[in-house]
């Protein structure tokens, strides 16, 4: 989790007025797990070796009058096992830039647009293993442009409520994209509606911080069809550079299966704040 100054919003600071001041955070995370078998081992268990590297950073400007923050996430992880072979385990690329223009104590106008995709080829995979390709490097892409308020009554917690244009574009992988409805296979596929986007900060003790980023969005032709996606992680810092995560990402996308879908994680890695 990069670190990044917390930001009261109801006492700026006139520092940076008048001149272009950027403060920049990267951080940078490896995650590996092993584990092997001798021939005489009887207990059962399969040979693997998995790892995870993620690359995390911002650069924020904050005066007096507006704050602007790019983040950016780039996380790719693989695993090998004995019978099954190498899986990609981790592939996400995402940029978020936010425009805040602070007009009052704790509401405040913001514009903000994020991206997001993968870098490598995605499969499923049946009982027999057998790969069937789902996405590949760009296939599909999302871009999300959306405007609201922004609201933080405290440090720990902040969110965006506004309106948001969903636009989602595939090459080959058309399932995230055609309208069953129609007679024609769609490449895009752009929908508008209310949109809530809220960050979690919460530091438990020294050592222990909570994080959860929850994005909702509901399209205007369809409003029951909500969009779900959170992303929470538990980090337990041992040391400078050794930390303990446990993650959970829950995802509601109805346009592309009617199960809810889950996925959760712990690794135990190395990480190095470049500054």
Do not use: C
Request: charged share 15%; proline share 5%; hydrophobic share 40%.
């Amino acid at each position: 989790v990069a670190k990044k100054k917390l930001v009261y919003y109801n006492a700026p600071s006139t520092e940076g007025i008048g001149q272009i001041r950027w403060t920049p955070s990267l951080l940078l995370q490896l995650d590996l797990s092993q584990v092997a078998f001798s021939a005489s081992w009887t207990q059962g268990g399969e040979n693997a070796l998995a790892y995870k590297g993620t690359i995390i950073g911002t650069l924020e400007h904050d005066v007096l009058s507006a704050n602007q923050l790019l983040t950016y996430k780039f996380v790719f992880g693989q695993a090998r096992f004995q019978l099954t072979g190498l899986r990609k385990t981790d592939d996400i690329l995402e940029i978020t830039t936010v425009a805040t223009f602070k007009t009052s104590a704790q509401f405040h106008p913001y514009l903000a647009e994020t991206f997001t995709t993968q870098v490598a080829n995605t499969y499923s995979y049946d009982a027999l293993n057998n790969p069937t390709p789902i996405k590949a490097l760009f296939d599909p892409w999302y871009f999300t442009p959306s405007a609201g308020v922004y609201y933080q009554p405290i440090p720990e917690f902040k969110t965006r409520i506004g309106g948001a244009l969903r636009i989602i574009a595939s090459r080959t992988y058309t399932a995230y994209t055609d309208d069953p409805t129609t007679s024609i296979v769609e490449n895009s596929s752009i929908k508008g509606g209310p949109e809530s986007y809220t960050e979690i900060n919460w530091q438990i003790s020294q050592n222990i911080i909570f994080t959860s980023k929850t994005l909702v969005f509901s399209p205007l032709t369809n409003m029951t069809r909500f969009v779900v996606d959170s992303d929470n992680l538990l980090l337990i810092l041992a040391s400078k550079i050794i930390r303990v995560t446990v993650n959970g990402r829950i995802l509601i996308d109805p346009d592309v299966t009617a199960s809810t879908q889950y996925r959760e994680g712990l690794a135990i890695g190395l990480a190095y704040s470049v500054f």
